[in-house]
Every structure is written in structure tokens, then in C-alpha cells.
């Protein structure tokens, strides 16, 4: 169960932003869908522990991440998220075999234990980056660079992916094949995944249930199942409410609100 209710706010001398989401999920694979800049990437980092919330908590299988209240904020390391990010953010120095040890060492443990070294070593294998070990990053093509970061927020063991636009950055043509990859290592790990896109054809692929965001809210819930969906309540007093028409017809409005 994934369960998030928090408020924050960024703000530079241009422009403030400010972030009330609620939503809560048991389903196996839940999207963030809407527009870009509707604050899906903020909601992301906050459960990471990247940014702190003002107000309101995140909980993750019953385990508490965040509280503001209770005065709880684990740190990033230790709430066992795996994260892969938008642009991958592989260190373009280290090889292959590195990036997906990153998370697993520190500053005072430069070095694997042998049963770590052997689950790197089984990451490699299943995403087929044995050959590519000792490569950097920058010889690889988008679809290997996604592999390694995905094989590198694995290697954690993480209780949840987190995955921040995942296939944005790859050719059309690949798409679907690494749609089809990530939905079989999501069912053979286990454990529940949270996507944001802005991309229906990644809604429709993937998840199980899809919560609608605009302008920093979460605005409705659509179960991709059985087509159900649920009209969330905005935060701001005053807000217009969500108009009465089909799921299919908000995706379409939010699709088109995005375009260029």
C-alpha cells in the first residue's frame, strides 16, 4: 500500500508552485498522468525523501516514511526506494558494473560483500549488461543506459520503484519492446512500481490504476481495468469542479493541454 497526502511549495524569483496531493494504492502498478509541470516529479521526490513536504505524511506498506506531525522524515537512503530517474543520472566515470553497485556502498564501505557482488553480478545477467560490464556509459545506446539505471535501483532491494518519465528519453521504436521488459521485472520482483508520464500509450501499457494530476492536485482516479473512475476533491477553496464526462475524454483534454 502506497499512501501519500502532502503539501509543498517550491518557489524561484519567477515563480511559485505549490503542491497538494492525496492518494493512496494497493494496485501493483499505479501511473501519475498529466500534463508536464502539473507536479508529478515533486510528488516522486518527496516520497524518495529528495524534498521535504510541509505538511502531511507518506507511507509505504504500513512503514512510515514521512510525518510532519509525528516529526518523522527517514532519510533517503534508508527507506528502501529505488529511483530511476528521467535522464537515468548514470556517473559517466564509472563503468556499467559500477553505476548498478552505486547504491550498495559508501563512504566507509568502498567494497561489496561477496553475496552483493554476486547479486550485481545477477542484475548484470538479467538485463544483459554482462558484456558491457566494464563499459561507460556514454558507449551505450538509450535502451542499455535505461537497463543500467533500472538494474541499479534494483540492487537495493527497494520496497518500491519509483520510475520518472521512463522511456522519454528512448527512440518510438523501442518503446514498447522496454514497456513489456519493465512490466515482466516489476511481476518478477514483486514489488510495486509508481510511474509518472505524460504519455497515455504508457498509462495504457502499464498500470493498474491511474490518478489524473493538474496544476499540483491530484484531480481524479481511473482504474485501467474496468474503466472506473473517481472524482478527487481539490484542496483550494473555490475551485471549479471536475466536469461530469468520461474517463477517455479527460485523457484527451489532458493530452491536448500539454501539447506544444
Known amino acids: 500500500m502506497i499512501d501519500v497526502d502532502v503539501s509543498l511549495s517550491v518557489a524561484d524569483r519567477n515563480r511559485r508552485f505549490d503542491l497538494a496531493v492525496r492518494f493512496s494504492t494497493d494496485a501493483p502498478f499505479a501511473a501519475l498522468y498529466g500534463p508536464s509541470g502539473s507536479g508529478k516529479t515533486l510528488t516522486l521526490q518527496a516520497i524518495a525523501g ?17 510525518d510532519a506531525a509525528a516529526g518523522i522524515d527517514i532519510a533517503p ?11 537515468y543520472a548514470l556517473f559517466p566515470h564509472l563503468s556499467v558494473r559500477q553505476n ?3 547504491g550498495l556502498t559508501s563512504w566507509h564501505r568502498g567494497r561489496l560483500s561477496p553475496d552483493e557482488h554476486d547479486q550485481v553480478q545477477r542484475l548484470l545477467d538479467r538485463f544483459g549488461l554482462a558484456a558491457t560490464a566494464e563499459s561507460r556509459p556514454a558507449t551505450l545506446s538509450g535502451g542499455q543506459q535505461q537497463r543500467v539505471a533500472l538494474a541499479r535501483a534494483l540492487a537495493c532491494q527497494p520496497q518500491v520503484l519509483l520510475l520518472d518519465e521512463p522511456f522519454a528519453s528512448l527512440n518510438p521504436m523501442l518503446r514498447q519492446s522496454l514497456r513489456e521488459e519493465l512490466a515482466e521485472v516489476r ?3 514483486g514489488i510495486p512500481a509508481l510511474m509518472i508520464t505524460h504519455d497515455a500509450e504508457d498509462v495504457l501499457a502499464l498500470a493498474d490504476v491511474a490518478f489524473i494530476y493538474d496544476r499540483g492536485q491530484v484531480v481524479q482516479q481511473i482504474g485501467m481495468h474496468d474503466a472506473s473512475s473517481r472524482e478527487m476533491a481539490r484542496h483550494e477553496m473555490g475551485a471549479a469542479p471536475a466536469s461530469d464526462i ?5 485523457k484527451l483534454r489532458k493530452m491536448l493541454q500539454a501539447a506544444p
Open 50 to 66: 529528495l524534498l521535504r513536504p510541509s505538511r502531511g505524511h507518506i507511507r509505504l506498506n504500513g512503514r512510515t516514511l514521512f
Open 77 to 87: 537512503p534508508a527507506r528502501r526506494v529505488g529511483y530511476l530517474f528521467q535522464n
Open 100 to 102: 548498478v553497485s552505486f
Open 187 to 189: 511481476r518478477q520482483w
Open 246 to 250: 468520461s474517463p477517455l475524454r479527460q
